[in-house]
């Protein structure tokens, strides 16, 4: 319990730099892994680009915020135009600037990087300083790629089926979208296997998940690199385990967020289906149209995130309030799926969403976009077995009475309460993950952060 931490051990042990890379879903994690680590006594400075960092209202306020160049100062990606013009750039000034910083700053003694920059561990090596890796993404993903680096599996590929170590047998619809997108253009494939490319020099690897839900993975990740350890969930402590006092949830986003909580306060429990498709996905026209008729057809409440720069594919005159549903620009997420009105979640299943959804204990219906949310539908679905997937038609897209099956069956059916119920299995698991009384093997959080903090 906080009670528990005297003076002594709240004095500085450590000051480590935190660089995600600039989107939603890698800053919020590493936030809420830096908030252990500041728990601990380890001072921290967040690093981001400076053109995201435009975008960035607010970080916990004992946070200190510092700023790299990815060499597109004004517009960051949308400036560049391509992720292959970005990325190059962002490779070369990125690390440029970073070695800048680092020299500049007194008393560095970690640098915690994004696995997407292995550049940045070779600058943190150059000076000599300590690096540990952080992988966002799902363990069945980087386990994906971890073998396309060591040659066993290619791009675009050959067969069906794909069989690996300690996963389930992966069909095409299962594996991440970039094995489909190289012919036209490698880049965001040749990026995240690049994440492998020099892990073997790093410190520590950490991955934003818990024993217990990747048991066998992390086993293996473990013997290859003893120094790899399993960190997460990285939710916020107000949400699961409390232990930080006056937590609170801090939007560092740049879309504004809109007031549902109380809305929520008025619905019964388990009634409302709630609709998020993460901080990047977008999908054309006619998917949004089919979710928006299914939702207002559909029987239950329903709230739903609609970015403002997907707005305008809303169909015409449809209500963003209603009797029967919600629509926000933004919300806080955790704090929503942990209110006792939400019964399902439709999610693209970015890892964050899955992971959120997870350990608060949420069934889901998964529509995967892009990037790793196939692979993260799958497990989803066949393996923590929280929720199901909505069949895509020949044209890729959900239609509107498929999705309203799907919602039945997950807030209606025996089926449904089944995986209403492994959700709350998963729920107690990760709390366990994380709490101070909790597990102590090896891969756990505890163990890891004791040794973490005393890296200074
Ligand atoms: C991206 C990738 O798409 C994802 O697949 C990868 O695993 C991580 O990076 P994103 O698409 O934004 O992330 O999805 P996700 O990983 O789910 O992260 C979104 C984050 O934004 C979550 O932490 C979620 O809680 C938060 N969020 C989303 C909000 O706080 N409010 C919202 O309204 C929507």
């Not at 005297?6 to 892994?33: D, R, S």
């Not at 619905?267 to 990047?280: A, D, I, M, T, W």
Request: hydrophobic share 40%.
């Amino acid at each position: 319990s906080p009670t528990h931490h005297t003076k002594m051990e709240k004095q500085i042990k450590a000051h480590c730099l935190v660089l995600p890379y600039p989107a939603q879903g890698h800053i919020n994690p590493m936030i809420q892994f830096s908030k252990l680590l500041e728990h601990q006594g380890v001072k921290i400075t967040l690093i981001t680009t400076r053109s995201y960092s435009k975008n960035l209202l607010k970080v916990p306020p004992s946070i200190a915020l510092e700023t790299i160049s990815d060499g597109y100062d004004q517009g960051g990606l949308t400036e560049a135009g391509s992720y292959k013009a970005y990325l190059e750039r962002f490779n070369q000034v990125g690390a440029e600037t970073l070695t800048e910083l680092l020299e500049k700053l007194e008393h560095v003694d970690c640098l915690i990087y994004d696995a997407f920059f292995p550049w940045a561990l070779d600058v943190a090596k150059r000076l000599g300083i300590v690096a540990a890796s952080y992988l966002t993404q799902n363990m069945a993903v980087n386990n994906i790629y971890y073998h396309v680096h060591l040659g066993k599996l290619r791009a675009p590929l050959t067969d069906h089926e794909t069989s690996l170590p300690m996963l389930p047998t992966l069909q095409h619809e299962d594996m991440p979208s970039f094995f489909f997108t190289y012919a036209e253009d490698p880049t965001l494939f040749d990026f995240v296997v690049g994440q492998f490319s020099n892990i073997h020099k790093a410190d520590w690897i950490l991955c934003n998940t818990f024993y217990d839900l990747d048991k066998e993975i992390i086993n293996l990740f473990m013997e290859i690199w003893p120094k790899f350890r399993s960190i997460g969930p990285n939710i916020p402590s107000m949400l699961l385990d409390k232990r930080f006092e006056g937590d609170q949830d801090y939007e560092v986003t740049q879309f504004k967020s809109d007031k549902c909580m109380e809305w929520l306060d008025c619905k019964p429990k388990g009634s409302v289906v709630y609709v998020s498709f993460g901080s990047l996905a977008t999908f054309d026209e006619k998917q949004m149209e089919e979710v928006a008729f299914c939702l207002r057809e559909n029987s239950s409440y329903f709230l739903w995130v609609v970015r403002a720069s997907e707005e305008n594919k809303l169909p015409k005159n449809f209500e963003k309030i209603s009797e029967k549903g919600l629509i926000v620009t933004w919300c806080s997420q955790p704090k929503v799926l942990a209110h006792k009105a939400i019964g399902c979640f439709v999610t693209h299943c970015g890892w964050n969403s899955t992971l959120e959804t997870l350990c608060l204990g949420v069934p889901t219906i998964a529509i995967p976009c892009w990037s790793d949310q196939s692979t993260n539908a799958k497990l989803m679905k066949d393996v923590w077995k929280i929720g199901i997937k909505a069949p895509f038609d020949d044209n890729k897209i959900v239609q509107q009475k498929v999705l309203k099956h799907c919602i039945e069956e997950v807030m209606e059916s025996e089926r449904g309460k089944k995986m209403k119920n492994n959700a709350l299995q998963w729920k107690t698991l990760a709390g366990k993950a994380i709490s101070d009384g909790g597990r102590k093997e090896a891969g756990s959080v505890n163990t890891y952060l004791d040794r973490f903090g005393q890296v200074g």
